[in-house]
T-cell receptor, first 117, second 113 residues
C-alpha cells in the first residue's frame, strides 16, 4: 500500500519567515495530495491540495509543489504568523479509473510548526 | 452547513464496556471515513463507505471493531469489548466521491480505563 513520509517532525520559525514541509510518497498511482492543518483539540482542516496534473498551486501565503518523477511534494508558507502554529499533515490518495471516487487518504506523520512572535 | 458532526466529544469508559461513536456527515456527501489518531501511529484509516456501502475495512484493527452506515446521514463505530489500547481520538470525515476534498469532524476523544 501507499506510504507517506513527512519531514521535519518539528519546525520552529520566527514570525515573518518562511516555512517548508516536505513529503514523499511510494505509490506512483497516487494522484491527489492534500495538506491539512490541525489545531489543538480540533479535527484536521484542509488548507490546500494539488492533483497530479499540476506542478504548483498557490493560495495567498500558502503554496504546494509536486514532483511526480521524484514522488515528493512540499508545502510552503510565506510571511508566517503566530496563528499558523499548528500540526500540519500531508496525505496522498488515488482516484479510481473513472475518477468517480478518491477513496482513502494515507497521511504523513505530521509536522509541529511553531511561529514565534 | 454545520460540517461533520460527531458525538460524543469525549467518552470515558471502563475496559470491557461497549462504546458507540456517532457521526453525521455533511449533507449531500456520499463518502464517509472513520480515522483513528494516536501519538504512536498518527492518523490511520479504519474504514470507509461509498453510498452507505463499506468499501475498505482493512484498517479495522480487530473483530471488536464494527462500523455501520444505515443511511446517508448517519454512521456509527462500535467497539465491543473496549480495551485500554483503544484509547485515541476517533475522527469521522466525509466527501463527495467525485471530489477529493475530505472534511473532518471535531473528533471523539475515547479513554478506556
Amino acid at each position: 500500500g501507499e506510504n507517506v513520509e513527512q519531514h521535519p517532525s518539528t519546525l520552529s520559525v520566527q514570525e515573518g519567515d518562511s516555512a517548508v514541509i516536505k513529503c514523499t510518497y511510494s505509490d506512483s498511482a497516487s494522484n491527489y495530495f492534500p495538506w491539512y492543518k490541525q489545531e489543538l483539540g480540533k479535527g484536521p482542516q484542509l488548507i490546500i491540495d494539488i492533483r497530479s496534473n499540476v506542478g504548483e498551486k498557490k493560495d495567498q501565503r500558502i503554496a504546494v509543489t509536486l514532483n511526480k518523477t521524484a514522488k515528493h511534494f512540499s508545502l510552503h508558507i510565506t510571511e508566517t504568523q503566530p496563528e499558523d502554529s499548528a500540526v500540519y499533515f500531508c496525505a496522498a490518495s488515488i482516484a479510481n479509473a473513472g475518477g468517480t471516487s478518491y477513496g482513502k487518504l494515507t497521511f504523513g506523520q505530521g509536522t509541529i510548526l511553531t511561529v514565534h512572535p | 452547513d454545520a460540517g461533520v458532526i460527531q458525538s460524543p466529544r469525549h467518552e470515558v469508559t471502563e475496559m470491557g464496556q461497549e462504546v458507540t461513536l456517532r457521526c453525521k456527515p455533511i449533507s449531500g456527501h456520499n463518502s464517509l471515513f472513520w480515522y483513528r489518531q494516536t501519538m504512536m501511529r498518527g492518523l490511520e484509516l479504519l474504514i470507509y463507505f461509498n453510498n452507505n456501502v463499506p468499501i475498505d475495512d482493512s484498517g479495522m484493527p480487530e473483530d471488536r471493531f464494527s462500523a455501520k452506515m444505515p443511511n446517508a446521514s448517519f454512521s456509527t463505530l462500535k467497539i465491543q469489548p473496549s480495551e485500554p489500547r483503544d484509547s485515541a481520538v476517533y475522527f469521522c470525515a466525509s466527501s463527495l466521491a467525485r471530489r477529493a476534498e475530505a472534511f473532518f469532524g471535531q473528533g471523539t476523544r475515547l479513554t478506556v480505563v
